[in-house]
């Protein structure tokens, strides 16, 4: 039986940020180093989150008790895309903590391929941080599991 773990297709050294810089730090540091998402950590360099690019994108949600649905940038509401702009500009200095995801899954490095991938596809998750101890070690996409089907035997 194949056995694939966490640490053969992660990747590493793994990107990080602290929960106390801005949105547009973390948006400027995603699109130097190419990636989708961003570990945070805190001063001691343990675990405490996740912000990814699908949290800058506007995404649709319904509010039940208004009947209606909003589009949302890091939890702010716009209405509608004609002042996305303005929204944009207002959330640039949006701590990091304040639009990290708390309770993002995670493994550690050797939980098996079958795993992450109920994780990330049952989650919806597009970004799963591996972790040891506390501390990011590395990062597993859906790009990394796209890898996998383009490995030879």
Same mark, same amino acid.
């Given at each position: 039986?194949?056995?694939? /773990? +966490? $640490?053969?297709? *992660? $990747? $590493?050294?793994?990107?990080?940020?602290?929960? &106390? @810089?801005?949105? $547009? +730090?973390?948006?400027?540091?995603?699109?130097?180093?190419? #990636?989708?998402?961003?570990?945070? %950590?805190?001063?001691?360099?343990?675990? #405490?989150?996740?912000?990814?690019?699908?949290?800058?994108?506007? =995404? =649709?949600?319904?509010?039940?008790?208004?009947? @209606?649905?909003?589009?949302?940038?890091?939890?702010?509401?716009?209405?509608?895309? =004609?002042? %996305?702009?303005?929204? %944009? !500009?207002?959330?640039?200095?949006?701590?990091?903590?304040? +639009?990290? @995801?708390?309770?993002?899954?995670?493994?550690?490095? &050797?939980? !098996?391929?079958? =795993?992450?991938?109920?994780? *990330?596809?049952?989650?919806?998750? !597009? !970004?799963?941080?591996? %972790?040891?101890?506390?501390?990011? #070690?590395?990062? #597993?996409?859906?790009?990394?599991? /796209?890898?996998?089907? +383009?490995?030879?035997?």
């Amino acid at each position: 039986m194949l056995t694939k /773990l +966490a $640490s053969e297709i *992660m $990747s $590493s050294p793994v990107v990080t940020i602290t929960a &106390d @810089q801005p949105v $547009s +730090a973390t948006a400027k540091l995603m699109l130097d180093k190419n #990636i989708g998402s961003v570990v945070v %950590i805190d001063a001691d360099g343990l675990f #405490i989150g996740l912000l990814s690019e699908s949290k800058y994108l506007p =995404e =649709e949600t319904v509010l039940p008790y208004l009947r @209606q649905s909003v589009l949302r940038v890091l939890g702010s509401e716009l209405g509608d895309l =004609e002042n %996305i702009e303005e929204v %944009i !500009h207002s959330t640039r200095n949006t701590l990091v903590g304040d +639009a990290m @995801q708390r309770n993002a899954s995670t493994v550690s490095s &050797d939980t !098996h391929l079958a =795993e992450v991938a109920k994780l *990330m596809v049952g989650g919806g998750s !597009h !970004h799963l941080p591996v %972790i040891e101890d506390g501390k990011p #070690i590395g990062m #597993i996409s859906r790009h990394d599991l /796209l890898a996998l089907f +383009a490995e030879g035997d």
